[in-house]
């Protein structure tokens, strides 16, 4: 995304123990875990080089009153799905800017996600075709795939679906004169 939008950067993995960031989040509150990993996410890179602009990001989802996490198995994810076959989920994609080993913004966005009364034989059909890259998308879906499928609507920007609020990030990088306005 940052790469489409002109935005130069590089990628470095920031090494946080997310389940712990986790279980000291209330877990009903899955905007705000949103955008509290992708603040420690920032810092703990931001640390490491205090002199860049770092941006760090993460999204949740929340279905059923409750947090969803990345499926571990196709079976998983095939029941995931069932489960919110005609429902509605939402995403939440946070990111935070830090620099000097301090956060200087973060923000969050939500998508409302209605998933379509798919048949089980698309299901199958989906699940052999996208196979286990699935696993590593926390909805077992990917919108700018063959996941496109499985909804009938979508209520919010599809940068947030993909996993970051750019246009709130592009935004404040122009206003810390890091992107030229």
């Not at 000291?24 to 703990?44: C, F, M, N, Q």
């Not at 002199?51 to 009153?65: C, K, M, P, R, S």
Request: charged share 20%; proline share 3%; glycine share 10%.
């Amino acid at each position: 995304m940052l790469e489409g939008a002109g935005v130069p950067f590089s990628v470095q993995v920031a090494d946080v123990d997310e389940d712990a960031v986790k279980a000291t989040h209330d877990p009903a509150d899955a905007a705000g875990l949103a955008v509290e990993l992708a603040r420690v996410k920032a810092l703990a890179v931001s640390r490491h080089d205090p002199e860049a602009w770092v941006l760090g990001a993460d999204q949740t989802l929340a279905f059923g009153g409750g947090l969803v996490s990345k499926a571990a198995s196709l079976d998983e994810a095939r029941d995931r799905l069932k489960a919110m076959r005609g429902q509605s989920h939402y995403l939440h994609s946070g990111a935070a800017l830090a620099c000097n080993g301090q956060i200087v913004w973060s923000g969050v966005d939500t998508a409302t996600m209605r998933v379509r009364d798919f048949s089980d034989a698309f299901l199958e059909a989906y699940l052999t075709a996208e196979g286990t890259g699935l696993l590593a998308c926390v909805g077992s879906y990917r919108l700018e795939g063959m996941g496109s499928q499985l909804f009938e609507a979508v209520e919010g920007d599809y940068f947030t679906v993909l996993g970051l609020p750019l246009w709130p990030v592009l935004a404040e990088l122009r206003r810390a004169g890091v992107l030229a306005t």
